[in-house]
C-alpha cells in the first residue's frame, strides 16, 4: 500500500518561493509511477500542478504554474520534491501529492488518473 505524506507548506508573501516535499512508502521496487502535485483552493476543484514519471523524471506542468514551479523526484529517497517562485495570491492552496504505479513513462495532471494521495498541506500566499 503506498503511503504518501506531505510537509513543508505554509505561508508567504507574494513573490517569494516556497518548498514542499513528500515523503513516499510502499512502491514496488522496479515498477514505474506518476507522481504529481495537486492544489484545491477553497470552493473550487482539485486541480493538477506538475506530475513526473519515476522513470524517465521528465516533468509537465500546468499552464498557471510553468516557469514558477520545478518539480522532482529522488527515487533514492522516495521523495517528491516541489518548488514554488514567484509566487501568486492564486497560489494559494492545499496541495497534495499523489501516486499511481503506470506501464508508461507517460503521466497526467488528471486528478482522477491517481489512486495514491497524501493529506495535503497549506500554502498561503499574502498580497
Known amino acids: 500500500q503506498v503511503q504518501l505524506v506531505e510537509s513543508g507548506g505554509g505561508s508567504v508573501q507574494a513573490g517569494g518561493s516556497l518548498n514542499v516535499s513528500c515523503a513516499v512508502s510502499?512502491?514496488?521496487?522496479?515498477?514505474?509511477?506518476?507522481m504529481g502535485w495537486f492544489r484545491q483552493a477553497p470552493g473550487k476543484e482539485r486541480e493538477g500542478v506538475a506530475v513526473?514519471?519515476?522513470?524517465?523524471?521528465?516533468?509537465t506542468y500546468a499552464d498557471s504554474v510553468k516557469g514558477r514551479t520545478t518539480i522532482s523526484w529522488d527515487g533514492a529517497e522516495n521523495i517528491l520534491y516541489l518548488q514554488m517562485n514567484s509566487l501568486k495570491p492564486q497560489d494559494t492552496a492545499t496541495y497534495y501529492c499523489a501516486a499511481v504505479q503506470s506501464g508508461t513513462n507517460t503521466c497526467s495532471l488528471v486528478v482522477g488518473s491517481y489512486d495514491s494521495w497524501g493529506q495535503g498541506t497549506q500554502v498561503t500566499v499574502a498580497s
Open positions: 513526473i514519471p519515476t522513470g524517465t523524471r521528465i516533468p
Open positions: 510502499g512502491f514496488i521496487r522496479y515498477y514505474l509511477y506518476c
